[in-house]
């Protein structure tokens, strides 16, 4: 037992992505030990050990085949690759995970005068993701002085540190309650699923298992199971208005000739315009239900 091969998985401890990270992993089936203080935690059901760092840590534990998996977000790891060196330049990105949504955008004090970006020529701009901001003045032949913060660089116009800034924004409060505006969006990032180059084969087959159920998570989070009642005239305007099902079960209806049970898994969203149009094509007695698990 002492010697069975883990694999080794890089998550934020606190912050943005870290629970909903966290959760990922126990709808995948693997349960992680209570205590969360501890750097490592490791899973019960699973060979995986779960590291629990500081974001911008992670792109390096993985660089370094501390873990060969990690989640964080695209921002982190595209900056960190941007800032080149090419340490980083194996890393892959495998899957983007639907949350932690953010955008790396320039925003400028109400009293700005922004035309384009070329409003930034020879202007000063604070940041802590130098990189990419280099590389995205660099590719619109801008030149500007760039200022790198580690935290609070909203507050870099207001005392005269910057003329302007590019910061993560997500909900747009903290711009808003520093009275600074968004122009323009340099990426949009959100939590990606992240791997090395995996040599062992053993663990090799370990993260495609894990790759795997989270393929399976996030697409049976996103898809709901429909059933209905529809005239067998309309059937194929029903099936049209099914969003990205596939091939749908149609059953008979005990003593009825006229109407047939539909059932479908739905991968898109299903929302009341959907269940409107079904229904105005004759459907009636509508389900739609959430799917727990999906492997095909
Ligand atoms: C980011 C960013 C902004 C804030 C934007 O910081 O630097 O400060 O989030 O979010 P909002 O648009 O919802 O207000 P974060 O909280 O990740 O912490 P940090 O700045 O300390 O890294
Ligand atoms: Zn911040």
Request: include cysteine; proline fraction near 4%; hydrophobic fraction near 45%.
């Amino acid at each position: 037992m002492s010697d069975e091969k883990r694999l080794k998985i890089a998550i934020q401890k606190s912050g943005r992505l870290a629970d909903m990270s966290i959760q990922l992993l126990e709808k995948c089936g693997i349960s992680l030990a209570k205590s969360r203080d501890q750097l490592l935690c490791r899973a019960q059901n699973f060979p995986l050990d779960i590291f629990l760092v500081r974001d911008d840590d992670i792109p390096a534990f993985l660089a370094t085949d501390v873990c060969q998996l990690g989640i964080l977000g695209q921002n982190g790891l595209l900056e960190k690759q941007a800032l080149g060196n090419g340490k980083f330049a194996g890393l892959r990105q495998l899957l983007p995970l639907g949350y932690g949504k953010c955008r790396l955008s320039i925003a400028v004090p109400h009293d700005f005068d922004y035309q384009s970006i070329s409003s930034l020529k020879g202007k000063v701009i604070a940041t802590s993701y130098k990189g990419l901001l280099a590389q995205y003045l660099a590719d619109h032949k801008i030149d500007a002085d760039i200022v790198t913060m580690q935290g609070a660089v909203e507050v870099a116009p207001r005392t005269h540190l910057a003329d302007v800034i590019c910061d993560l924004v997500s909900t747009g409060s903290t711009l808003a309650s520093n009275g600074l505006v968004e122009k323009d969006i340099i990426l949009e990032s959100q939590a990606v699923l992240v791997s090395n180059q995996i040599d062992d084969p053993d663990i090799a087959a370990l993260a495609e298992k894990v790759t795997s159920r989270i393929k399976a998570v996030l697409r049976a989070e996103n898809s709901r199971y429909i059933m209905l009642n529809s005239p067998i005239d309309s059937l194929d305007a029903i099936k049209a208005v099914l969003p990205g099902s596939q091939s749908p079960t149609v059953m008979p209806l005990q003593g009825r000739d006229d109407m047939v049970a539909v059932h479908a898994v739905c991968e898109e969203g299903v929302f009341w315009d959907t269940m409107e149009d079904l229904k105005a094509n004759g459907a009636n007695s509508i389900l739609v239900v959430p799917i727990e698990k999906m492997l095909d």
